[in-house]
């Protein structure tokens, strides 16, 4: 069978162009409109996204305050705990120095006095520097027998002794370094 075509060959070719216009136009409609809704797809997914972002910084906020109110109770903690050991410590130690004393005027000659008196805290007591002035020499051995049989005295060094006259007396003064022990 053979088909004659009327139609003339321009009509044919311009119809052809149409077509292929038509299709190339609707090909790019399609392509806008997918990137158009990827457009839309992708402003709606950064709003979410935003909407989010302060949601979770109002949440960042109120779990900063606490954080904050946290940090501010822990140091008050252990300023609390600081003081709370400054007084523990305190109070065991506080009758250390006046049972010293009593202990030291106890050993104490008569005739001998103290000029001064250091102590330094140990593990075991203290540690005792007395300078101490007499009118003879007896004084200072008679103090320094009884510092060594005392059951709470320990490690007595005597130093420094020198003599002045003293208008009519010899002036003997001289240092003690012992240990005292709070617990014999």
Known sequence: MIRINLVPVELIEREARQRVIILAITGIVIILSMMILFLL????????????????????????????????????????ETKKNIIENLMKERLYYPV??????????????????????????????????CFD?????????????S???????????????????ELVQFQIMCNYLTKP
């Open 41 to 80: 797809i992708r402003i709606g997914v950064d709003r979410a996204l935003l909407i989010r972002q302060k949601s979770l910084e109002g949440e960042l906020k109120k779990y900063q305050l606490i954080v904050n109110e946290v940090k501010q109770l822990r140091e008050i903690t252990g300023m609390l």
């Open 100 to 133: 010293f004393m009593e202990e030291l005027m106890k050993v104490l000659p008569a005739t001998v006095w103290i000029n001064s008196l250091n102590s330094v805290p140990n593990t075991a007591g203290f540690k005792i520097l007395l300078g101490c002035n």
């Open 137 to 149: 020499n007896f004084a200072v051995a008679d103090l320094v027998s009884i510092l060594e049989n």
């Open 151 to 169: 059951a709470r005295f320990k490690n007595i060094e005597l130093s420094g002794i020198s003599i002045a006259p003293k208008n009519n007396y």
